[in-house]
């Protein structure tokens, strides 16, 4: 669950999280940092895997496999200076992260709390990961509280027709995002498979959202053109609309 934590969060951080909650290569990540863990447990070193300090190399700018390189050849050149560096307390390397915290709490503008049913499981989520030093156990209280308080709320509505509900449902976020489908959370390999076993083409759901979003983008550009102006000597003269 640290994982899951540290990845989402950095893919929302860069930028990269699609509509319905999904980023590009995300198989690809948990594998590659569940094979690390694995094989640093049998090497008995400390445990391979993505740390929310990466948010420090996203705050200077980087997106791609580059930062990462040149982090771990860092790394390797500070093995002949261990002595050196292990000297140095924490509270130098604080502030880094501190700014980095302060970057990424933002997103907490993107949180629904007019429900209270969300609200709840979002502070507890963000209270008890650095209280308990664990971003597990902030994900674990989140989808724990998260079940505990809509969860009656789910059933009693179902069991009553639709004729007990809350006051503000209406303010309630939908757990499914936009673009969600249950086919989205099998892997691709299993997709493909499954398009073939039925005849069909496999089309990736994240190079669908992709380029729904780039037309997004592209009309929303074209709608600022088009409402823009310019002055072209003889007075201030509106660009047609197109």
Known sequence: MDTTGTLYSMAK?????????????????????????TVGAVFGVPPVTAFIESGAGITEGGRTGITSITT???????LFFSPIFAS???????????VVGS???K??????WDYVGDAIPAFLTIA???????????????????????GPVYLLEILSGGRITPDDKDLREPWI????????????????????????????????IEEEERLEREAALAAEHSDAKIDMGGGIHEIPKY
Do not use: H
Request: proline share 6%.
């Open 72 to 78: 771990a050849f860092f790394f390797f050149i500070s």
């Open 177 to 208: 995002t936009e673009g969600f489908t249950f086919e989205n959370v099998l892997p691709g390999w299993i997709q493909k498979m499954v398009c073939k076993m039925r005849g069909t083409i496999y089309v990736d759901p994240l190079d669908v």
């Open 103 to 105: 970057m990424m709490v």
């Open 13 to 37: 951080f860069g930028g990269y999280m699609y509509k319905n909650g999904d980023f590009d290569g995300s198989t690809a990540a948990f594998l590659c940092d569940a094979t690390s863990i």
């Open 128 to 150: 008890v990961m650095p209280l308990s030093y664990s971003i597990a156990y902030g994900l674990i209280a989140g989808v724990g509280s998260y079940a505990a308080i809509n």
């Open 88 to 98: 140095f307390p924490p509270w130098a390397t604080g502030p880094a992260l501190i």
């Open 107 to 112: 997103s907490v503008r993107s949180i629904n």
